[in-house]
């Protein structure tokens, strides 16, 4: 006869929100496959490497513009193979470092689920998800500045290392990454107690 407690309203609501995450993770994953490969076939085209430029790094009067879009859709037949090579690496980084977040999330969500919440797997995978969105930023961050100033030598105008553009933009991944660290550090610090106070019983 089974005599376990039917779980409380609270502790439905939870499980209803692991499975939610999980569910939402799986989606995630199929939407970042399908985006990055119509990213990268977008990219090359018939007419020439496919790539979007601010407006504040032409040197044309966008004034119309502007108060429409921050960007212009550039296509060249003169980019160097460099250039087209990074745009395609920065595509591809972006969609593996997307899927490892979305992957690490749903772990997390999974081992919530199953009640392991200050276990080291979990710490792992915080610590997965912040190297992850570090990493990747600057990698996508890096091979897209390459990628850009081939496409602006191609029009002849002459690019720049860093656009700050370019670093405001991923500042907040940088700053998420920062924030899942340091809960990856406080999970330890709860395995730590935890293990701890368990030695006291």
Do not use: C, Y
């Amino acid at each position: 006869m089974n005599t376990a407690p039917a779980p409380t309203r609270a502790q439905r609501s939870a499980t209803a929100d692991f499975v939610t995450v999980i569910l939402f993770a799986i989606a995630a994953g199929i939407g970042t496959i399908i985006t990055t490969t119509l990213r990268l076939f977008d990219m090359f085209r018939p007419d020439g490497f496919a790539w979007r430029l601010h407006i504040d790094e032409l040197p044309v009067d966008t004034s119309f513009g502007a108060a429409l879009t921050d960007s212009v859709l550039v296509v060249s037949p003169d980019v160097n193979a460099v250039s087209m090579a990074s745009g395609a690496v920065s595509g591809i980084i972006a969609g593996l470092a997307a899927m490892t977040v979305t992957a690490a999330v749903a772990f997390v969500a999974w081992r919530f689920l199953r009640g392991g919440f200050f276990v080291t797997a979990t710490a792992r995978a915080f610590d997965v998800i912040g190297w992850t969105l570090l990493i990747g930023g600057v990698g996508v961050m890096s091979f897209d500045t390459l990628a850009r100033n081939g496409v602006l030598a191609a029009v002849g105008i002459e690019g720049e290392p860093i656009h700050p553009t370019e670093f405001a933009a991923f500042a907040p991944v940088w700053a998420i990454a920062v924030a899942v660290g340091l809960l990856g550090h406080a999970f330890r610090r709860g395995i730590r107690l935890q293990k701890e106070t368990e030695g006291l019983v």
